[in-house]
């Protein structure tokens, strides 16, 4: 995909809207967030995986690469539907507008989808109900293995919550001892990972699904629910952004969350030993975020098993985000080039090697089966000649951050001026990075004059003079965090890497989304022809 037209964007995730719920979702926020891109004159909104998350609630650690995220669910909309009263809604928990604490919203937010899914199914309108079942048979691929393994994971949860040093736990901690240490044993056991499960679950064993699922058809049928509305209620929003001119970006992370349904239904499709474990995992060699790598610890793919079924897989994963979103980012796209494989049970990245990915042929079967391809590739990091080609053959758009550029001797590749092709999205920084001011505040002196020079400014207002330089540069696509729009400082970065715990809490506030931030990004992008 090439991009032709400059346009100018926003990053900013649905959980970060503002709302009364704990936790920004598909409602009134939302909305106002596309009506600001408007005033803005914005024409690209972009949006992290928006898949349901798992431990650490990284939106890049999914329970499934194809279901919606359900805490985005807003309580609102279930009331406009007539699955909950008005009064079920007014007994709101005092949450923080600024942070999201996941334990107390998953909690209230819980209790309201169980009350919702009552009231559907007491419903009598056969419209609503054919409604459904269509989109349970439209889904059917995905959906059933999808609401089955949380409906199972949730089973053994509620299960082992009081059964303490039980005999399955000591199996397990048997099994496990050489990989995990005692903490991760248990996170894993009493969070009911699917590799915890009774042996006839874990490998899918016909009369094992078919008992439990007999069992659990009253939570499968809950979750296929939440999936339905949750999924009503994004492609409302999605048309109504589309309707005002607007194009959203989604994300796929190239690797999948090992307790997912996507690794529990297809295992051949990972390398897995007999035991269901992972033998290598995903991760990044020491860069410019850690000095020991990143150990993210996805199950890696059976490229050769991919391939064999030329690519089913991926290409029904790609479709399935194209469905919800107009264009996808490949996150950490050079692994389709060559991954770094870490053995399962390291304690770091540093011990990994690089292994080779399924190239040029992977993207000839994306091709032959989809078309066109509405990719943007990240090439952030250690990006190889091999990983440009791949990128370049394919006329995908690469990215540049700009809090990268500013090494003192002007020949950075992210500097503008460096810049080797226009088909690129310009950010000034992204999730993983910090905001604009918290990167000014610890940046090394040398850079930080670089940078003052190079803008000709004082450097009291860094996050605009660097949403100027994203918005002035040759990039076709420009894109700035809601963060750095705001100027906020680190406390409201998103992301972290590295560490498991405090991340993607950011929320703004209704009051921060200010109408002279509007007017001002405005500005830019008439003055740049975005």
């Not at 819980?110 to 007491?122: D, Q, S, T």
Request: proline share 6%; hydrophobic share 35%.
């Amino acid at each position: 995909m090439k991009l032709k037209k400059r346009s100018g964007g926003v990053l900013a995730h649905p959980t970060s809207f503002p709302g009364p719920y704990g936790i920004g979702d598909f409602g009134a926020g939302a909305y106002e967030f596309v009506d600001f891109l408007c005033r803005a004159k914005q024409t690209l909104w972009q949006v992290l995986p928006l898949g349901p998350t798992s431990y650490g609630d990284s939106p890049y650690q999914s329970f499934s690469s194809f279901a919606l995220n359900h805490y985005l669910i807003s309580p609102t909309e279930l009331v406009k539907q007539g699955y909950l009263k008005e009064q079920d809604i007014w007994d709101i928990p005092g949450f923080d507008p600024r942070r999201i604490d996941y334990g107390e919203v998953i909690t209230y937010k819980m209790g309201l989808y169980a009350k919702a899914f009552n009231n559907f199914n007491e419903m009598t309108d056969p419209v609503v109900k054919r409604t459904f079942n269509r989109f349970c048979t439209k889904n059917k691929s995905w959906l059933d293995d999808y609401a089955l393994f949380v409906a199972i994971k949730n089973h053994y949860i509620e299960e082992r919550r009081n059964s303490l040093n039980s005999p399955e736990l000591k199996e397990y901690r048997k099994a496990n001892a050489k990989y995990l240490n005692k903490n991760q044993i248990n996170d894993y056991f009493y969070g009911a990972v699917w590799g915890s499960w009774p042996s006839g679950l874990v490998w899918r064993e016909p009369a094992a699904l078919a008992k439990i699922g007999k069992t659990l058809k009253d939570d499968i049928m809950f979750h296929k629910f939440l999936q339905f509305e949750a999924s009503r209620e994004w492609q409302q929003l999605k048309d109504y952004a589309n309707k005002k001119g607007i194009t959203v970006i989604g994300d796929i992370p190239i690797f999948v969350a090992m307790d997912s349904s996507d690794v529990w239904a297809s295992p051949s499709l990972f390398h897995l030993d007999a035991e269901g474990r992972p033998t290598v995992v995903a991760g990044v060699p020491p860069d410019y975020f850690s000095s020991t790598g990143q150990l993210w610890g996805n199950p890696l793919y059976d490229w050769k098993a991919h391939k064999k079924t030329s690519y089913e897989w991926w290409i029904h994963r790609v479709r399935s985000v194209l469905d919800i979103v107009d264009i996808v980012r490949i996150d950490h796209f050079r692994g389709l080039d060559a991954y770094w494989a870490i053995p399962y049970g390291a304690k770091t990245a540093v011990r990994g090697k690089w292994q080779d990915g399924p190239g040029a042929d992977f993207f000839k079967a994306l091709i032959d089966a989809i078309g066109f391809l509405p990719i943007i590739a990240e090439d952030l990091g250690v990006i190889t000649p091999t990983v440009d080609k791949l990128r370049t053959d394919n006329d995908l758009p690469g990215m540049k951050v700009l809090q990268f550029a500013f090494d003192p001797s002007g020949k950075n590749d992210y500097m503008p001026h460096n810049f080797d092709s226009d088909n690129t999205v310009v950010y000034p920084g992204t999730h993983d990075n910090d905001t604009t001011i918290g990167w000014y505040a610890t940046a090394a002196e040398n850079e930080k004059d670089y940078f003052r020079r190079y803008m000709n400014i004082s450097g009291d207002e860094v996050s605009w003079d660097l949403i100027r330089l994203a918005y002035s540069s040759s990039g076709k696509y420009a894109i700035v965090p809601i963060q750095d729009i705001m100027g906020l400082g680190a406390y409201d970065r998103m992301n972290l890497p590295g560490e498991p715990v405090g991340n993607w809490q950011f929320r703004y506030t209704k009051e921060m989304l200010e109408e002279s931030l509007a007017q001002r990004l405005a500005y830019l992008t008439e003055l740049y022809n975005r």
